[in-house]
């Protein structure tokens, strides 16, 4: 089931969606009727709110990979710098922000393709392959 609850007949009905959606926002698809619509570019989501986006995208596999990489450099800054884990969690937590908000977009696209979801149309595949979200 897809998040639009479209069937075939409906075809018509996403492309028109499509027409409304901002120049920097892909579309991809899986065989099984799953579609997905995502920004390309920065998340600034993520920047505001480290890794909740992910969470609300039910993203399971880049929340774990994201909580390993900040607890492990959470835990090499505390053991460098001698703090608690607390306050090197406070210290290096705008950094993650910043980091999830230049890299989280790349790393969702990148993981649906492993899922098996390809790119709805031309324009979604050009936006995806010229900011190299798309191998």
């Not at 099984?32 to 920047?47: E, P």
Request: charged share 20%; with cysteine; aromatic share 20%.
């Amino acid at each position: 089931m897809n998040q639009f609850n479209l069937n075939d007949e409906d075809d018509d009905q996403l492309k028109q969606l499509l027409t409304m959606l901002p120049d920097n926002y892909a579309v991809i698809y899986r065989k099984d009727g799953r579609v997905r619509i995502n920004k390309v570019g920065l998340s600034f989501t993520a920047l505001f709110f480290g890794i909740l986006p992910a969470w609300f995208r039910g993203d399971w596999y880049n929340i774990f990979c994201m909580l390993g990489i900040e607890a492990g450099f959470t835990m090499l800054y505390s053991y460098i710098t001698k703090t608690d884990l607390a306050t090197a969690s406070y210290a290096l937590g705008v950094f993650f922000n910043f980091l999830w908000c230049g890299i989280y977009n790349l790393m969702y696209f990148r993981h649906s393709q492993n899922l098996g979801y390809e790119p709805y149309d031309k324009r979604s595949e050009q936006l995806l392959k010229q900011h190299r979200y798309y191998r």
